[in-house]
């Protein structure tokens, strides 16, 4: 029997509607919001679409006009929606306030009895899920929702690596989430056995796996060394973990933040550092770690060497702060041109 080459990566989470006050605006200061679609793993496959790689988004969405219209979104997106569940009763919902300068922007969330929220890990079949994939990606957000979310969560990512995928998983904490009676360390520490690389950002991993350092870490000045030691914490409580990757954002204000990461391997035994961009002027930073975790699972789809594929990680998220909306929308080339050095912004002709 000729099998086929496994090649999809897939994605599990939640797509919101996102609405957004104009431009710089309180919400509400006007009576309009712009209503587009958003949420770390959709971010995640859609960017990967864009890279050309062949993403399947797997979620919950109830049968109603604004359920089709996320499905749309994602197929106009070229994202395999087939294994979606066409189930529940709504889908989540969430307000973004943009900052500008010593204001920052804010995030309100609606999503308590979305479609996802109530899911539950018999709602899919793990074999047609994973049919033809060779990776999966799961974060931080989706055990957040709920009991049954993390359930799902653990069981998505169990059923991964029986299938021989790589699992990834960006930590993600979201404080205004974790509302259930559970601790995110608790739900964390069921996940954390599947996966082979962690994404985190300077909090993620203090916050969603209760590690600490003697020194307090974040701030406008970071230092690689603090992060390298995180990062070894990880390597040696989970010995499944091949790879963690950490970004680094300096943020001197809502418009202008610096980026860089590290990372630190297993099979290397030592730290990676990535050069730093000065982000001025930014669009819209929402989804630029979606765009880093789209970015290193592409570079290591590619078998990009380390080092290569931290600075394409980097250059993707620097990439996305340019571009209004929750996800990334740019290709391999303009990814490889800025890690060129072609960061002038004069118009292509």
């Known amino acids: 029997m000729v099998q086929t080459e496994k090649k999809a990566v897939v994605t599990l ?10 431009g710089n605006e309180r919400l509400f200061q006007s009576p309009a919001l712009e209503a587009t679609f958003g949420g770390g793993e959709a971010n995640v496959a859609i960017s990967l679409a864009h890279l050309g790689i062949e993403a399947r988004f797997v979620t919950a969405l109830p049968k109603n006009a604004i359920g089709d219209a996320a499905i749309a979104f994602l197929r106009s997106m ?14 989540g919902t969430y307000y973004l306030e943009a900052g ?12 308590e009895h979305s479609s996802i929220s109530e899911a539950k890990p018999e709602d899919f079949d793990w074999d047609a899920v994973f049919a ?11 055990p957040a929702l709920s009991a049954s979310c993390a359930a799902l969560s653990v069981a998505a990512a169990g059923a991964a690596k029986e299938r021989g995928l790589t699992v990834s998983c960006d930590l993600n904490y979201r404080k205004n989430l974790w509302k259930y009676g559970k601790k995110a360390p608790e739900v964390m520490v069921q996940l954390m056995p599947h996966v082979d690389v962690v994404v985190a950002n300077e909090e993620d991993v203090q ?6 350092l003697d020194q307090k870490i974040g701030g406008v000045e970071l230092s690689a060394k603090k992060y390298e030691a995180l990062a070894r914490q990880v390597l040696d409580a989970h010995s499944n973990v091949e790879l963690v990757a950490i970004t680094l954002r300096e943020s001197y204000s809502a418009d202008h933040n610096d980026l860089s990461a ?30 880093f975790a789209a970015g290193l699972i592409y570079a290591l789809y590619k078998k990009m060497d380390m080092q290569d594929a931290l600075e394409f990680a980097v250059a993707a998220s620097a990439l996305k702060h340019t571009i209004p909306g929750d996800c990334n929308r740019v290709s391999v080339d303009e990814v490889t041109r800025l890690l060129a050095g072609d960061s002038s912004g004069r118009v292509q002709r």
């Open 13 to 22: 989470g939640e797509i919101m509607v996102r609405l957004k006050s104009p």
């Open 78 to 91: 070229n994202i395999d929606t087939s294994k979606v569940a066409r189930q529940g009763r709504r889908v």
């Open 100 to 111: 500008a300068g010593p204001r920052p922007s804010s995030v309100t969330y609606d999503r």
């Open 132 to 142: 033809g994939a060779r990776w999966f990606h799961v974060t931080g957000i989706t």
């Open 207 to 212: 916050n969603s796996l209760g590690m600490q």
């Open 262 to 291: 590290m990372c630190s391997s297993r099979k290397e035994g030592k730290a990676r550092l990535s050069r730093k961009y000065q982000l001025t002027d930014i669009v819209d930073r929402v989804g630029g770690g979606d765009a």
